[in-house]
Every structure is written in structure tokens, then in C-alpha cells.
């Protein structure tokens, strides 16, 4: 955005905006430029926002409305920009965030020291992490024989795969060999529920960036070239893209169940009963390094050596195995680094690993897969959406009586980890609130998406935003404070979960209550009331939000290494340790989840710009039991 003048009035003006289409920028553009000989003020302005309205409707996107409201904000906060830069005056109050404010913490803890036992210690990589001397995976050097593969991938949601056409692909000078479902040895198949994702697409695709075959050349810059060249003829189906879109198609994976109470009962002594439903969606893991394979044949292509940026070499191990059709002692599974994961390695390594083994064992020459950071982004899945649709009941003095809901998960075009995000969700739900009545419903919803999948938190970060949205809402409906009617409903020192388990010694309170005073949230929310009255369009918020999780996995087989295996029997000659007290029937969804649970509170206060969204957060105080710490290092890090 650009205006110059001539005295009052306005030479040349230069507004573009990008992400809503070339035709509606240029057009939009060059309706304001005519505005040219006109004087900036009021009237001015109305004209600009009248030219963005009468355009808005070429935008043919289901964003309409929203990039249509940003294009407004931009063009509001350029105007006020320019008039108190010319005029020196705004009546309109702040006008976009306030300056940026560099990052600063500090963290204090309580020390319980045995000896070395709770000393702060760093990470024995840290220094050559954060000095760049850390060696990652495509830092190594590559061998003299080593071929590079780079993937070809669908650019339809849904749809028949009519033909594919690579030869143009291979007449460029360095590439070796197109391969795809014909080339794999065994099975073509990998998943973390009994194999039930394709490895190679082949008759059909279900997601934006499915992987239907891939190019093997002398160099990563000939493959990705050569893969850009394979043409792939589709014939579209209906695809099934969002929540809304699975529930009125009844295309869902699984559903799961937990009761707690009569619910129905609850609801007859209640004062006061609200519905509703939230939203949240998804995130992008954006680790350090993105998916990464080396695969080198070994023993006359006997022996693969995988080399994979996992979270879970075991399950690489696996999943090559059986694509190639060698026994799991066959493959070496290695990991230098991780180079972050965040979850995002949990399962979905698996594919690259594969299929850079397949190339490996097509050419009997060592192969290395990157992918550049917008394949990743566009295969690999994140974290699930989730849509709750809610009722919930209360007596007139705040006390929660009852609580149904059901719960819409995003889970991509398989399985992957989605039930076990759900199983989380659904224990998490209640939070730290005491609700004697619960019916939560998950559904599991199928789309052609890629598999969305584990992810730091595993389903309680949408639990808990779920509960305190719905707590937030009640509290409001019956006209109490929302911090007072956290306290009406909080869990005491012991409770019982919705699920059965007895749970001793929690300081959830403790923590919820130490975060209000140290942060000194009401002396906070006074100054924040003040500013959003003398702020039209910039807003501040304060809220302080509990949590509790049970720590570990609800799976023995998940908690242990592979080793260990169900029936918990160590196969080495070091210590190991399983929970022998995890209990719960994911069927019946009663039982014991966990022999530890950790707990805290935050205080987040932030910023938004009410024109164009842009947010900020200003400051956090996080309160938090973790137990006696082994490294404060660790836990502050966390």
C-alpha cells in the first residue's frame, strides 16, 4: 500500500492484495488507483471500502467472507495510518498491536536434591544443537554410489488415477528409474493400524499429496525436476474435506463411548441449560528437519540399513520389513537425530523409510529421500481438527450437574493414531472439573485428507480448549465470574475421574490458585476492562486455565520398548519398568489410565487486532506439579 501527494490531494495511489486471486487484486487495484485526485478523508474512505464490497464476489473460495472482511481491515488501517502521519490526530484510538516486545522469562522451582538427583543439567547435545555443530541426517556426506529420490504426488483430493505418463521423466539426462506399486517386493501396505495405507497410490487417490510413485535420478535437484515432468490422468469423485462435510456423508471411521451418571436425570435438576458447539483446528508440526531417509543394501541386497528421521525406529523396522518382504532382523534401524518430532515422526516416517527402501532395493544402490518443507507439510498430517457439539447443565449457583457432548475428530484418509487421540480426548474432557453426569460420543471422522496424527499433548489440548470453552460459556449463562465458577466445580485434593480412577494427592487446585495470586490476574483484568473501553479495534484478553493429564500411555506396549512386549519381559540385562497398575477397558472406558498425573495452571494475556486478526501473546504465567524433578532442566524446557 503506497500513496504519494500534491498538496492536499492525492497523486498516485497503489493498493494490492495477495492471497485472494491475480484477477481480483488486479481489479480491485486498479479501481483504487482511479481514486487519484481526491482528498484523504472520510468520504475517501467509505468510497475504498465500497470498492472492496462490490469486487469481494469474484473471490471463489469458501474464505470469501473472511479475506473480504481482512482486505477492509487493511484498507481502514491504512487510511488511519496516513491521516495521523499528514494530521497528527486519530479519533479512533490504537490502531493495530502495540511495538514488539522482545521474549524474557524467568523460572523458580523447589528443589528436592539426592546427590546428583535434581540438579539442573543440560541436554549432553544442547551446546552443538544451538551452535550448529549438531550433525543431522542430510548433514552426512553423501556416498559416491548414492542416488536421491524425490516423490510424485497427487494433486486431486479424490479420484481415479486414469493414466500415468513418466516417459518425458526419464529422457532427462540423470535420472535412472520411475518406480510405484509394481516395485514394491511385498506388501504394498503400511499404517499404524494393521496396515491399512497404501504405500504407492494405484487405482485411486483420497488425498491432496498422496504419494503415487516416485523418481530416482543422480542428483536431488534432476529428481525433483524429473518428478515435476510425470503427468498423472484423473477422473474427480466427490471429495470429503471438512468435519461438516464427513458427519452429512456418515463416513467415519469408528465411534467410541464413555458414560458416567445418568445424564439424562442430571438435566431434570438443572437451573440452567445451555448448547452450543466449538471449533478448533488443526496445527503443523514444523520440526527442525524434515522427514528423512537413507536406505543402504547390504549383503548382496540381503540386508537393508535404514537411516530415518524417526521417532520410532522399531516401527520403521517394521514397516520396511514387511514392504519388502524380509524379516525384521533383516533391517538395521538407525537414528543419529530425530531433528524434532513433536509426534509428527511417530508413524508417518514410516512411508518415506519405505519407499526409500523400495527405490534402494530397485536400483541395489544406496538412496537418500528429503522432503523439501512444503511436501512435508502437504503428506505428512498434523494435528486433528475437532468439532464438540455440546449441553451442558448447571444449578442456579454454578454447581455443573450434567454434560453431553459429541465429539468430531478430522482423522484424514486412514486411521493412523486417530483412535487413541480420541481415547484421550474423551478422558480429558472433564478436565478439572468434578461433573457427576457425563455422556461424551467420539466419532472418528474419515475425509480425504492426509492422516492427521500424534501430536505433543495427544488429544488433551483439544480436551481441555474444549471444557474451558464450555465452562467459559455457562459460567457467563448464569451470570457468575468465570475464575468463581472454576472454583465451584474444581476437582478437590483426591477425587474419582469420570472413568473410575481414584486419584490422590492432587494439587490442581493449589496450582489454579498460586497462578491467580502470582500472576496478579485481577489487578491485570481491571487495567485490560480499562483499555478495551478506550480501544475500538484493538482488544486484550486475560484468562488463567487449568489442566491435569494422566501421564504415559494407556497401552503397557506403548510405555515400554518393543522389547518388553505385551506381557511386560525384559529380553536384556538392564533395568526396565512397566506400569502394571494401567487397567483400563477402552471398551467399557473404566478403569485405572495411569499411576501419575501431572497438573498445572496458565495466565495468558494477549492482543488482537479486531481489522485483520493478528494476535499476539504478551505474557504467560504458568504454575506447575511436576512431581519431584529428576532435572529442572528438563521440565522447564518442556
Same mark, same amino acid.
Given at each position: ?32 488507483? !482511479? ?42 488501517? &491504512?487510511?488511519?495510518?496516513? &491521516? @495521523?502521519? !499528514? ?112 504405500? &504407492? ?151 518415506? #523409510?519405505? *519407499?526409500? #527402501? ?28 475437532? @468439532? ?91 451470570? *457468575? ?51 478495551? !473501553?478506550?480501544?475500538? &479495534? ?79 501473546? @504478551? ?20
Amino acid at each position: 500500500m503506497k500513496v504519494t501527494f500534491k498538496d492536499d490531494t492525492i497523486c498516485d495511489l497503489n493498493i494490492i492484495f495477495g492471497g485472494v486471486g491475480k484477477d481480483v487484486a488486479m481489479t480491485i487495484g486498479d479501481r483504487l488507483a !482511479r481514486l487519484s485526485g481526491s482528498v484523504w478523508n472520510e468520504h475517501l474512505l467509505q468510497c475504498m471500502l465500497n470498492i472492496v464490497d462490490e469486487h469481494a464476489d469474484m473471490i471463489k473460495t469458501f474464505e470469501k467472507d473472511f479475506k473480504q472482511g481482512v482486505m477492509k481491515g487493511f484498507v481502514f488501517k &491504512f487510511f488511519h495510518a496516513v &491521516f @495521523l502521519e !499528514r494530521y497528527g490526530t486519530l479519533s479512533t484510538g490504537q490502531i493495530g498491536l502495540g511495538p514488539s516486545v522482545p521474549a524474557r522469562g524467568t523460572q523458580k522451582w523447589q528443589r528436592h536434591i539426592d546427590k546428583s538427583v535434581g540438579l539442573s543439567c543440560h541436554h549432553t547435545s544442547s551446546i552443538q544443537q544451538t551452535t550448529g555443530e549438531a550433525l543431522f541426517i542430510d548433514d552426512i556426506i553423501p556416498r559416491k554410489d548414492e542416488l536421491f529420490v524425490s516423490l510424485v504426488t497427487s494433486t486431486r483430493a479424490h479420484a481415479k488415477i486414469k493414466y500415468i505418463d513418466y516417459k518425458e521423466a526419464l529422457e532427462l539426462t540423470g535420472v535412472k528409474y520411475y518406480i510405484d506399486a509394481d516395485d514394491v517386493p511385498a506388501r504394498n501396505a503400511i499404517g499404524a493400524n494393521s496396515a491399512e495405507e497404501v504405500l &504407492f497410490a494405484r487405482d485411486k487417490v483420497t488425498h491432496c499429496g498422496q504419494i503415487i510413485g516416485a523418481i530416482i535420478a543422480e542428483s536431488r535437484e534432476i529428481a525433483r525436476h524429473a518428478a515435476k515432468r510425470v503427468v498423472v490422468g484423473y477422473e474427480d469423485l466427490k471429495p470429503i474435506l471438512t468435519i461438516e462435510d464427513a458427519i452429512e456423508a456418515e463416513s467415519y471411521f469408528d465411534m467410541l463411548k464413555l458414560v458416567d451418571g445418568d445424564v439424562s436425570k442430571g438435566f431434570t435438576s438443572c437451573d440452567h441449560i445451555i448448547e452450543g458447539e466449538v471449533m478448533l483446528g488443526g496445527q503443523e508440526h514444523y520440526y527442525l528437519e524434515t522427514h528423512i531417509s537413507q536406505v543402504i543394501p547390504d549383503n548382496g541386497d540381503q540386508t537393508m540399513v535404514v537411516l530415518s528421521s524417526t521417532q520410532n525406529p522399531s516401527g520403521v523396522q517394521s514397516s520396511v520389513a514387511g514392504i519388502l518382504g524380509f524379516p525384521c532382523n533383516k533391517i538395521i534401524s538407525k537414528l543419529t537425530r530425530i531433528g524434532g518430532g513433536f509426534g509428527g515422526k511417530e508413524t508417518r516416517s514410516d512411508m518415506f #523409510a519405505c *519407499i526409500c #527402501a523400495v527405490a534402494a532395493h530397485r536400483a541395489k544402490q544406496p538412496m537418500r529421500l528429503v522432503l523439501e518443507r512444503e511436501d512435508d507439510m502437504k503428506i505428512s498430517g498434523g494435528r486433528h481438527p475437532y @468439532l464438540a457439539r455440546y449441553k451442558v447443565g448447571c444449578t442456579k449457583n454454578g454447581k455443573l450437574l450434567a454434560l453431553d457432548v459429541q465429539l468430531y475428530s478430522n482423522g484424514g484418509h486412514s486411521l493412523d493414531m486417530t483412535p487413541y487421540v480420541m481415547q484421550y480426548v474423551l478422558l480429558d474432557i472433564p478436565n478439572c472439573y468434578i461433573i457427576p453426569n457425563v455422556r461424551l460420543q467420539g466419532f472418528m471422522c474419515k475425509t480425504n485428507l492426509p492422516s492427521n496424527t500424534a501430536m505433543r499433548g495427544f488429544g488433551c489440548p483439544q480436551a481441555v480448549f474444549i471444557t474451558e470453552h464450555i465452562v467459559t460459556d455457562i459460567a457467563i449463562k448464569c451470570n *457468575i465470574s468465570q475464575q468463581r465458577f472454576r472454583k465451584i466445580n474444581f476437582i478437590g485434593k483426591d477425587f474419582v475421574t469420570n472413568y473410575g480412577q481414584i486419584v490422590e494427592n492432587c494439587n490442581a487446585k493449589r496450582c489454579f490458585d498460586e497462578c491467580v495470586e502470582k500472576s496478579r490476574f485481577h489487578v491485570r483484568q481491571d487495567q485490560i476492562q480499562t483499555f478495551n !473501553r478506550e480501544n475500538r &479495534f484493538v482488544k486484550k484478553g486475560i484468562s488463567v486455565t487449568p489442566v491435569i493429564m494422566a501421564v504415559g500411555f494407556h497401552c503397557k506396549l506403548l510405555n515400554q520398548v518393543m522389547a518388553a512386549y505385551m506381557g511386560g519381559v525384559s529380553l536384556s540385562a538392564t533395568g526396565y519398568y512397566i506400569d502394571e497398575d494401567i487397567t483400563l477397558d477402552f471398551r467399557t472406558f473404566k478403569g485405572i489410565a495411569s499411576s501419575s498425573f501431572v497438573c498445572g495452571a496458565a495466565c495468558s494475556e494477549v492482543e488482537i487486532d479486531c481489522l485483520t486478526g493478528e494476535h499476539r501473546v @504478551l505474557s504467560t504465567d504458568i504454575v506447575m506439579d511436576c512431581g519431584r524433578t529428576i532435572n529442572p532442566s528438563i521440565d522447564i524446557g518442556q
